[in-house]
């Protein structure tokens, strides 16, 4: 009896063993996804739950005036479409964008080009140039207002000085002066970020590049335009696309500065979303325009990317 219980329970251990010795070998294959599932389940938990939630939102009547939450399908998108103020927003912003992300890269890409070569004080030029990507931009903003604020603000009394005439420009409440002073603003802000990628883009040209072009008989323009150029368009794209997602979501700098006015005059996408959502409270209509506004961005971002992956394939 002794010996029938002492081998079953043998066999029950090795049963056990064998089972954990399974399970550590099962565990040893997959411990990669094992790490990251914790972080995988986190990231789905606060993403996917909240756009289910905001794609359900697009197609009822979520409307804080007005009870019930009725399914309109695709109501909300329609009545976006036709709203002429989410149009002249959309406008607004491929203004904003076009012109932010232009300056920013040529602005950016003298000063990269201006720091390549080392000199006495270029670390504090750069420090300098890189604190205000640091700066939250309601600061920015809030900074700029006082800035150009008239009649305390003393970039009207500078610009007299300088061309010795009186100058009274309303920097936040006159057309087209408001777009100035916000393009200005996210420029200062922005522009050593360019600075920055294709600075380090730069550093990664081969000098016997340009040492093999000069002894050809390459002049410096020639030797920007066929060697740094082409060797340094991977970062321009990345660069570019960066900014792009930055400057399409333009939202705290208008806030903080102009408002989206005078008018409309500087309503953004985002700006024009803040406003229908949670000013006027038609959250549904905010919903849908924000998926129309994820479409349309993420195409554009789409054609930029695959440009981006051929450049690095090539």
Do not use: C
């Not at 140039?129 to 006082?146: E, K, R």
């Not at 360019?194 to 081969?206: R, T």
């Not at 789409?302 to 440009?307: A, K, M, P, Q």
């Amino acid at each position: 009896m002794r010996g029938g219980i002492g081998a079953r329970g043998l066999a029950g251990q090795r049963a056990r063993r064998e089972e954990r010795s399974a399970l550590a070998a099962w565990s040893e294959r997959h411990i990669n996804w094992l790490l990251v599932a914790p972080a995988v389940l986190l990231i789905l938990a606060i993403t996917v739950y909240p756009l289910g939630y905001s794609v359900w939102v697009a197609f009822v009547n979520f409307d804080f005036l007005i009870p019930g939450h009725a399914f309109v399908g695709f109501g909300n998108f329609a009545a976006v479409l036709n709203d002429p103020v989410a149009l002249h927003s959309v406008v607004v912003t491929a203004v904003f964008t076009v012109a932010d992300v232009g300056l920013e890269f040529v602005l950016g890409l003298a000063l990269a080009l201006a720091l390549e070569t080392k000199f006495r004080g270029r670390g504090i030029l750069m420090a300098i140039f890189v604190v205000p990507l640091f700066i939250a931009p309601v600061i920015v903003g809030q900074f700029w207002s006082l800035l150009l604020q008239r009649p305390f603000g003393p970039v009207d009394y500078i610009l007299s000085v300088i061309i010795r005439h009186p100058v009274t420009i309303s920097w936040l409440t006159e057309f087209p002066w408001d777009f100035i002073g916000v393009i200005l603003a996210d420029i200062w802000q922005w522009t050593s970020f360019v600075m920055v990628i294709l600075l380090a883009g730069l550093a990664g040209i081969p000098a016997e590049l340009h040492e093999a072009a000069a002894i050809d008989g390459a002049g410096s323009w020639q030797g920007f335009r066929f060697i740094t150029l082409p060797q340094l368009l991977p970062m321009i794209l990345l660069a570019v696309t960066f900014r792009l997602l930055g400057a399409v979501n333009l939202f705290d700098t208008i806030f903080m500065m102009t408002g989206g006015g005078p008018g409309t005059s500087t309503y953004t996408t985002a700006y024009y979303l803040y406003q229908t959502g949670f000013q006027e409270f038609h959250l549904s209509e905010a919903t849908a325009g924000s998926w129309l506004f994820l479409i349309l961005v993420s195409a554009a971002i789409f054609i930029l990317v695959r440009r981006l992956l051929k450049v690095e394939e090539a």
